[in-house]
């Protein structure tokens, strides 16, 4: 089956940096999707990408999916964004509503 | 105005029991689905469900039943539980392919 693979695993940030997050996929995908752990276990959904770039205020994200792979952008980062980032995709072949899991990247924002 | 609301938040119970967690999500999405994330964090699929239909049946233990009595409400029910089923368990909700909205989870300990 697919493999998604997230780098780095794990990151530490000062406040007020910008990093960059990426999502390795094995396979073309018709379903791509960002999200965010807080540390208290609430799952948010940051973006449904399947290809092309969308931005939410301090985060963006671009997909190409010619090339296999997404990255997410935090710009100037708050404590708040602490967390871990999952990346989940769906294969086009294959059920597209079935979503397989990165193993995350844990991401600490210190003050 | 919970999106998607899960009860119980938390569950402790006996090796042996049936328990059930109850999944209502009020954004008029169709289609609904139950994640397990273990203690590694990972997030594997187990059930989906489209407009009452069981769309997405991943191999879990027979234990583990959901109902869908509408498209609002998805429910898992556990009979016999064991030490290993103890996790946290996400409910969510999509339109079509679209982006997940989920729960805030219920974290299951079996004793």
């Given at each position: ?38 540390p ?14 969308k ?41 597209n ?15 | ?51 009452k ?12 039943s ?44 079996v004793?």
């Amino acid at each position: 089956g697919i493999q998604v693979e997230q780098s780095p695993p794990d990151l530490i940030l000062q406040e007020g940096a910008n990093s960059t997050l990426r999502c390795n996929f094995s396979d073309s995908v018709n379903n791509l999707q960002w999200f965010h752990q807080n540390p208290w276990g609430q799952l948010i959904n940051l973006f449904y990408i399947p290809s092309g770039t969308k931005q939410n205020g301090r985060l963006s994200a671009t997909t190409v999916a010619t090339e296999r792979y997404s990255l997410l952008y935090i710009s100037s980062s708050q404590t708040t964004d602490s967390g871990v980032y999952f990346c989940a995709v769906a294969p086009n072949a294959g059920n597209n509503r079935k979503l397989i899991w990165g193993l995350g990247t844990s991401l600490a924002v210190n003050p | 105005d919970t999106a998607v609301s899960q009860t119980p938040k938390y569950l402790v119970t006996q090796m042996g029991n049936d328990k059930s967690i109850k999944c209502e999500q009020n954004l008029g999405h169709d289609t609904m689905y139950w994640y397990k994330q273990d203690s590694k964090k990972f997030l594997k699929i187990m059930f989906s469900y489209n407009n009452k239909e069981l769309i997405i049946n991943e191999t879990v233990p027979n234990r583990f039943s959901p109902k869908s009595p509408d498209k609002a409400h998805l429910n898992l029910h556990i009979n016999s539980l064991e030490l290993g089923d103890s996790a946290v368990y996400f409910c969510a909700s999509s339109q079509g392919t679209g982006g997940y909205t989920f729960g805030s989870g219920t974290r299951l300990t079996v004793v």
